[in-house]
Nanobody, 128 residues
């Protein structure tokens, strides 16, 4: 089964940037579409972005992050990235990655994971 480990979170001021990484172990990555999810305190987990398998020609974003976040993948490094720019306090959450279904029609905010298995995530805190 695909195992993913998130990293790259931290404390950043509003307007700042972070790049999250989602590294695969135990399996190749390129056959899986991958999604980023987040969960803020007291809220349910929500989808943020997804990228299709192989070359990742399809990417999709939740409305709340469009124009600010960019997802990409490097299959040789078995890693999917989430570049987050113009961060806002409402982006504060624990961020997770998981295998998911991803197309141009995916409703990213409500997308689910293929495997019901989550890593520890990485904490992103946006605060002055």
């Amino acid at each position: 089964q695909l195992q993913l480990v998130e990293s790259g979170g931290g404390l950043v001021q509003p307007g700042g940037s972070l790049r999250l990484s989602c590294a695969a172990s135990g399996s190749i990555l390129d056959g899986y579409p991958i999604g980023w999810f987040r969960q803020a305190p007291g809220k349910e987990r929500e989808g943020v972005s997804c990228i299709s398998s192989s070359s990742g020609e399809i990417t999709n974003y939740a409305d709340s992050v469009k124009g600010r976040f960019t997802i990409s993948r490097d299959n040789a490094k078995r890693t999917v990235y989430l570049q987050m720019n113009s961060l806002k306090p409402e982006d504060t959450a624990v961020y997770y990655c998981a295998a998911t279904l991803c197309s141009g029609k995916t409703r990213v905010a409500t997308m689910g994971a293929i495997f019901d298995s989550w890593g520890q995530g990485t904490q992103v805190t946006v605060s002055s």
